[in-house]
């Protein structure tokens, strides 16, 4: 599997996803700057978190409109699985890929630590091999990600298994604890908590290693 | 020509920053203060002398960028 992951200046966890993609994949991923305006065929883009541009305006703003991002959308509505995680998911936000908005978290407060949350769907290419409701444990980092959508959107999402993870706790002030959403096609999957940090025991534990492995089996 | 936009949140959506300021002049004993909502103000300096066409670009400016229409409003003042 061949995968690329989308670098911004102040993306932090791009390393984080190139490790966890070539232990997973055991193929390196290309490294793509935000200024490029196109790339190899790959099979799998990520856009990892970070505070890019500084989350100036609104976070993930700037970079929704880049160069690069004009041919990410264009894969993405193609179908090629493209996966955000933190900064990622707030950018495919601010594209309109995802619908919604992450906000300032309710209290305030960055929140940074392990968290529980539950598997909503397994009928996804991002989540097959968890199981059905199944909890997992994975890291949040982030100050901006209490997730907002209109009351309509929210009942689509629910009613149409988008909605791929959901805290078990109220961590952010996110809407029905909405934690991860897939667009309609279900190529695409934005998500605040970082699986790419959970990929074996000597990170404290391997939940995240599963969602790759899902991905790894639709893809091979 | 100037263009000054304010770039406020929908109602309805939650405001935790214009909160945490309401709690703030109320513990400082500014009473009277029924609910405070924070926004942005941005300020262009346009090469455009046309009004109309200068409203269109900004409108536009707005509706790609500069606010997010999913959870927030905008108005604009030419000068």
């Known amino acids: 599997m061949k995968s690329a992951v989308i670098v911004f200046p102040g993306s932090n966890c791009d390393r984080d996803m190139a490790v966890a993609l070539e232990k997973i994949t055991g193929t390196k991923p290309l490294m793509v700057w935000h200024q490029e305006y196109d790339f190899d065929t790959v099979d799998f883009i990520a856009l990892p978190g970070g505070f890019s541009y500084g989350d100036y305006l609104r976070c993930g703003a700037m970079s929704a409109r880049s160069h ?3 041919e990410v959308i264009k894969r993405a509505n193609d179908g090629v699985p493209t996966f955000g995680v933190c900064n990622g998911f707030q ?3 601010e594209t309109g890929i995802l619908p919604g908005a992450l906000m300032r978290n ?12 539950t598997v909503e769907t397994t009928d996804s290419m991002f989540t097959n091999a968890y199981g059905a409701g199944q ?6 980092a982030h100050h901006d990600g209490n997730y907002f959508a209109d009351a309509d959107t929210l009942d689509r999402l629910e ?3 988008q909605v791929a993870f959901k805290y078990a706790d109220d961590i952010n002030g996110a809407q ?4 991860g959403i897939l667009n309609g096609k279900g190529n695409v999957l934005g998500m605040m908590p970082h699986p790419e940090r959970m990929i074996e025991p000597a990170l404290g534990g391997s939940d ?9 089996n639709k893809l091979g | 020509m100037k263009a000054r936009i304010h770039v406020t949140l929908k109602n309805g959506v939650l405001d935790p920053q214009g909160k945490a300021i309401e709690h ?4 400082m004993g500014f009473d009277g203060v029924n609910e405070a909502r924070q926004g942005k103000f941005i300020e262009l300096e346009l090469n455009e002398t046309d009004r109309p066409k200068a409203e269109a670009a900004v409108d536009e400016m707005c509706r790609k960028l500069l606010a997010n229409t999913v959870i927030e409003n905008y108005s604009i003042e030419l000068e």
């Open chain 1, 208 to 216: 995240g290693r599963v969602l790759f492995e899902s991905v790894m």
């Open chain 1, 106 to 117: 309710a209290n305030l407060h960055f929140v940074c630590k392990d968290v529980k949350m």
């Open chain 1, 176 to 179: 029905r604890r909405i934690a």
């Open chain 1, 68 to 70: 690069i991002m004009k």
């Open chain 2, 24 to 27: 703030a002049l109320g513990n």
């Open chain 1, 91 to 93: 950018i495919l936000t």
């Open chain 1, 135 to 140: 909890e997992i444990t994975i890291p949040v």
């Open chain 1, 159 to 161: 009613g149409e298994g």
